[in-house]
């Protein structure tokens, strides 16, 4: 199990109740915008060490719980703060934490990209890694995905979350546009979404081979919160998911793949899958499927002028 650690950040003093100096409590110009945001930070903080258990932390369960999840000494143990500091923001106090502060609580919590983002926007920081993602992809990356339909082409990160797609893979299984964008992540969706399972053929397969690709990116992220927290979702949502993951398999995102989909509107298409990295190092990659028969290329030529 591995155990997160951190430079202990400099601390403010933590308010004592009732000081009301300009080092704790709110001042009087503090304004209501801002009490509120300390109030959604404090019940955030708090539902999020709740749904976590002990044994996420490595902390053994030696006598019986009165109350859910983490205790607020635990998460300021892990996340390398001190139990006052960490106290004062689930009391929603007049402290500011730092960006520093804020990553360490959202790898102890195991916050994914969206929930690491609203931490961020309620303390009123600018989350550097959200930013740097979305930034992954270019206007003129954007433009390669709207060139290349009917081909279904689309940009994921290391973890599969779905970053951009065209109009081809948008339409491809299901309207990519209605998913929430916390769910636009491969691995979620084919584990989680009934018309994802229906419409892949060969779904046994796709998914044992999509879990091991997960588990291959992962060990360069074992100490990142985001990834920890996808895999803890999608083992509390799927047991199959759970089975697959727990058999350590292993193996490469690699071209040459073919993928079968059976869309509702025009039928079954067969694909050959082609990977590009977009960097050196990079993990984020142009994912195309090419088609492997002229039945196919048909079918997404209608699929798409359909979608006008």
Same mark, same amino acid.
Request: proline fraction near 6%; aromatic fraction near 6%.
């Given at each position: 199990?591995?155990?997160?650690?951190?430079?202990?950040?400099?601390?403010?003093?933590?308010?004592?109740?009732?000081?009301?100096?300009?080092?704790?409590?709110?001042?009087?110009?503090?304004?209501?915008?801002?009490?509120?945001?300390?109030?959604?930070?404090?019940?955030?903080?708090?539902?999020?060490?709740?749904?976590?258990?002990?044994?996420?932390?490595?902390?053994?369960?030696?006598?019986?719980?009165?109350?859910?999840?983490?205790?607020?000494?635990?998460?300021?143990?892990?996340?390398?703060?001190?139990?006052?500091?960490?106290?004062?923001?689930?009391?929603?106090?007049?402290?500011?934490?730092?960006?520093?502060?804020?990553?360490? $609580?959202?790898?102890?919590?195991?916050?994914?990209?969206?929930?690491?983002?609203?931490?961020?926007?309620?303390?009123?920081?600018?989350?550097?890694?959200?930013?740097?993602?979305?930034?992954?992809?270019?206007?003129?990356?954007?433009?390669?995905?709207?060139?290349?339909?009917?081909?279904?082409?689309?940009?994921?990160?290391?973890?599969?979350?779905?970053?951009?797609?065209?109009?081809?893979?948008?339409?491809?299984?299901?309207? $990519?546009?209605?998913?929430?964008?916390?769910?636009?992540?491969?691995?979620? $969706?084919?584990?989680?979404?009934?018309?994802?399972?229906?419409?892949?053929?060969?779904?046994?397969?796709?998914?044992?081979?999509?879990?091991?690709?997960?588990?291959?990116?992962?060990?360069?992220?074992?100490?990142?919160?985001?990834?920890?927290?996808?895999?803890?979702? $999608?083992?509390?949502?799927?047991?199959?998911?759970?089975?697959?993951?727990?058999?350590?398999?292993?193996?490469?995102?690699?071209?040459?793949?073919?993928?079968?989909?059976?869309?509702?509107?025009?039928?079954?298409?067969?694909?050959?899958?082609?990977?590009?990295?977009?960097?050196?190092?990079?993990?984020?990659?142009?994912?195309?499927?090419?088609?492997?028969?002229?039945?196919?290329?048909?079918?997404?030529?209608?699929?798409?002028?359909?979608?006008?």
């Amino acid at each position: 199990m591995v155990v997160y650690t951190v430079p202990r950040p400099e601390e403010p003093v933590a308010p004592s109740p009732g000081s009301g100096n300009a080092s704790g409590l709110e001042s009087r110009g503090d304004s209501d915008g801002a009490s509120a945001r300390r109030r959604e930070l404090a019940v955030f903080l708090r539902s999020r060490r709740e749904r976590m258990s002990p044994s996420e932390l490595g902390i053994a369960a030696i006598t019986r719980r009165r109350t859910p999840g983490l205790r607020r000494e635990e998460v300021a143990q892990h996340a390398g703060m001190s139990v006052t500091w960490y106290t004062a923001l689930e009391q929603a106090r007049d402290v500011r934490p730092s960006p520093q502060v804020l990553n360490a $609580l959202a790898r102890t919590l195991r916050l994914d990209h969206d929930e690491r983002h609203h931490l961020y926007r309620l303390a009123g920081a600018a989350d550097d890694a959200v930013v740097t993602e979305c930034n992954a992809v270019s206007a003129e990356l954007h433009a390669v995905l709207d060139k290349l339909d009917p081909y279904p082409a689309c940009v994921q990160n290391g973890k599969f979350d779905l970053l951009a797609y065209n109009s081809a893979m948008r339409l491809l299984i299901t309207d $990519l546009d209605e998913v929430p964008i916390a769910q636009r992540n491969c691995v979620w $969706l084919t584990f989680t979404e009934p018309r994802w399972r229906e419409r892949i053929v060969d779904w046994e397969q796709a998914a044992a081979r999509q879990v091991a690709n997960l588990r291959v990116a992962m060990a360069e992220h074992v100490d990142d919160g985001r990834w920890k927290a996808l895999v803890s979702r $999608l083992r509390a949502e799927s047991s199959e998911f759970a089975a697959l993951w727990d058999r350590h398999s292993v193996r490469g995102v690699d071209a040459g793949v073919l993928r079968q989909i059976d869309n509702p509107a025009i039928g079954r298409m067969t694909f050959t899958v082609s990977n590009t990295w977009v960097a050196p190092g990079s993990t984020t990659r142009l994912q195309v499927l090419l088609p492997a028969d002229p039945h196919t290329v048909e079918r997404l030529t209608r699929l798409v002028a359909d979608a006008g």
